[in-house]
């Protein structure tokens, strides 16, 4: 896989369950960085986990970061129908630029 | 909440033409950025701007492409004959500092969509 691959590709839930997308990378990082972007609009930055993090809160989002499987996770509790969005993860390396997955589309029913 | 602007949100050219996109960064923000992405696929890093030079550039960045820092507040993209395929979805971003070994969060703004003829 790709540097910065999600899965799954695509995501249906109901809304108020918890939705868990996952994020795999393959070289060494400084940090991982989670974006959303609805549909043809621009992305906005969720949370930034660094290389030294294991976890992150912020608000309904967890994020998780395991170096040694060159994985994580992004956790949405409580999902609403505003969380409808395409969920990418973006690593930062040695380089300046960040480097994203393909995305997960995330789709809360109703 | 400060944040980073980009116009025109939609740019139509023909081929060969030359367009200008502009950002506005966040203002306290020292590193500006560039990507791209093209419809249905990844985004692409392009080039990261520091210290009024650029800092990296990736391979697609080539010669007809040019970042400048026109004033305390612009930062540009210049693509100086636009091909079909450079019909993408441009975003700029800045971040507060890159030099840190840590590295900060990078924001970015709406996009601009650039569609060549």
């Known amino acids: 896989s790709q540097q910065g691959e999600e899965d799954p590709q695509a995501l249906s839930i109901q809304e108020g369950e918890n939705a868990t997308m996952n994020c795999s990378y393959k070289?060494?990082?400084?940090?991982l960085q989670w974006y959303r972007q609805n549909s043809g609009r621009g992305l906005v930055h969720l949370i930034l986990i660094r290389s030294n993090e294991r976890e992150k809160h912020s608000g309904r989002l967890r994020v998780t970061l395991d170096t040694s499987k060159k994985s994580s996770s992004l956790l949405i509790t409580a999902s609403r129908a505003a969380d409808t969005a395409s969920y990418f993860c973006?690593?930062?390396?040695?380089?300046?630029?960040?480097?994203f997955g393909k995305g997960t589309h995330l789709i809360i029913q109703p | 909440e400060p944040e980073v602007t980009q116009t025109p949100s939609h740019q139509v050219t023909q081929m060969g033409q030359e367009v200008i996109l502009r950002c506005v960064p966040i203002?306290?923000?020292?590193?500006f950025y560039w990507y791209r992405q093209i419809l249905g696929q990844k985004v692409e890093f392009l080039v990261s701007?520091?210290?009024?030079?650029?800092?990296?550039k990736s391979e697609i960045f080539d010669d007809q492409f040019s970042v400048e820092r026109p004033d305390g507040s612009n930062f540009t993209l210049k693509i100086r004959s636009t091909k079909l395929e450079d019909s993408a979805m441009y975003f700029c971003?800045?971040?507060?500092?890159?030099?840190?070994?840590?590295?900060?969060?990078?924001?970015f703004g709406p996009g601009t969509r650039l569609t060549v003829t």
């Open positions: 971003a800045s971040s507060e500092d890159g030099t840190s070994g840590t590295y900060y969060e990078q924001y």
């Open positions: 701007f520091y210290n009024n030079e650029i800092s990296e």
């Open positions: 070289t060494s990082i400084n940090n």
């Open positions: 973006a690593t930062l390396g040695g380089a300046d630029g960040l480097t």
């Open positions: 203002s306290n923000h020292l590193y």
